[in-house]
């Protein structure tokens, strides 16, 4: 499969844990979003990087939140201190970035339930 | 910051009937719009979109129209089956920026 990848799949965490998440986009993809999607709403932008340079935060991230994308592939999003409204599916996506090209491509999503 | 707003949020249609999703964004500077459909569970999936410097495209059963006027885009899917059952989302966005998306559309084809 040559699509965005995301792990883990599901995470279960008692509140006040530290989680992280991982995306691998698709190859060559230099463009690289987080989104988080609540029940019923659409995905919220969280943040994005042009290969390594985190380019833009949301004012929806708290200090609680940090990505990072190191080498300009793979990216890691880490919560600390979970709280239970940061229950949600948190999606990644990547695009090509390139010239007028703005398609997105999803990946499969983590969600994460805060007990 | 761009704002989408989507109607209906929930539509319900016979099978073989046309299906219409409407949006709206605020953000004059947005040129790139595209729809996802996602079932339940399952990732968003681009199924068409649209730049600024076309009115209408069409891809078989599915097209979208954009009136830049009056900021707003259309998605069509006609001759409707079971399968189109899923919720769409509409998204804009800026050149090369990220998406901002509307609040989604449960559409329910029925036989």
């Known amino acids: 499969d040559t699509g965005v990848s995301q792990d883990p799949r599901h995470k279960i965490t008692k509140r006040g844990q530290n989680v992280t998440f991982r995306c691998d986009p698709i190859?060559?993809?230099?463009?690289l979003y987080w989104y988080r999607q609540t029940l019923g709403q659409g995905p919220e932008f969280l943040t994005y990087?042009?290969?390594?340079?985190?380019?833009?935060k949301s004012r929806l991230l708290s200090d609680r939140f940090s990505a990072e994308r190191p080498k300009g592939s793979f990216s890691t999003l880490e919560i600390q201190r979970t709280e239970q409204g940061d229950s949600a599916m948190y999606l990644c996506?990547?695009?090509?970035?390139?010239?007028?090209?703005?398609?997105?491509?999803f990946g499969q999503g983590t969600r994460l339930t805060v007990v | 910051g761009e704002n989408v707003e989507q109607h209906p949020s929930t539509l319900s249609v016979q099978e073989g009937d046309s299906a219409v999703i409407k949006c709206t964004y605020s953000?004059?500077?947005?040129?790139?719009f595209p729809w996802y459909k996602q079932e339940l569970g399952k990732r968003p999936q681009l199924i068409i979109d649209?730049?600024?410097?076309?009115g209408e495209k069409k891809d078989q059963r599915i097209a979208v129209t954009l009136n830049k006027t009056a900021k707003h885009f259309s998605l069509h899917i006609t001759e409707t089956q079971p399968e189109d059952s899923a919720v769409y989302f509409c998204?804009?966005?800026?050149?090369?920026?990220?998406?901002?998306f509307g609040t989604g559309t449960q559409l329910k084809v029925e036989l």
């Open positions: 190859s060559e993809h230099n463009r």
């Open positions: 649209i730049r600024s410097n076309v």
């Open positions: 996506a990547s695009s090509p970035g390139g010239g007028d090209n703005t398609e997105a491509f």
């Open positions: 953000d004059s500077a947005s040129n790139y």
């Open positions: 998204a804009a966005s800026r050149p090369l920026n990220k998406l901002t």
């Open positions: 990087f042009q290969n390594e340079a985190q380019l833009e």
